[in-house]
């Protein structure tokens, strides 16, 4: 299980990124993806998820209204749209996948297991 996230970049604030979290070597259709972040100094945080299906999402409260998670089952890829970003939401970007979570009520870290490496997202002031 691999997961390739990329997207991340230089923004200024209240710009917008992208970011997409390939699959490969498995097929994403059974897996519930989610999208971590880490800011120095601080714990991984849940940001969004979204079950298997799409049927079922969870934004953190700090993005809530600002960023969108999505997927292409097709592409075997997850995104995450991000809008009217702040200098907080600055944090190196995870994303994890997890088969055995049906339907998504909570985004912790605990509750997934297959991560891909990070991308770096940076937003200036």
């Known amino acids: 299980v691999q997961l390739q996230a990329s997207g991340g970049g230089l923004v200024q604030a209240g710009g917008s990124l992208r970011l997409s979290c390939a699959a490969s070597?498995?097929?994403?259709?059974?897996?519930?993806i989610g999208w971590f972040r880490q800011a120095p100094g601080k714990e991984r945080e849940g940001v969004s998820c979204?079950?298997?299906?799409?049927?079922?999402?969870y934004y953190a409260d700090s993005v809530k209204g600002r960023f969108t998670i999505s997927r292409d089952n097709a592409k075997n890829t997850v995104y995450l749209q991000m809008n009217s970003l702040k200098p907080e939401d600055t944090a190196v970007y995870y994303c994890?996948?997890?088969?055995?979570?049906?339907?998504?009520?909570?985004?912790?870290?605990?509750?997934?297991?297959?991560w891909g490496q990070g991308t770096l997202d940076t937003v200036s002031s």
């Open positions: 070597g498995f097929t994403l259709d059974y897996y519930a």
């Open positions: 979204i079950s298997s299906s799409g049927g079922s999402t």
């Open positions: 994890a996948a997890e088969n055995t979570i049906v339907v998504v009520t909570t985004c912790r870290r605990n509750e997934y297991d297959y």
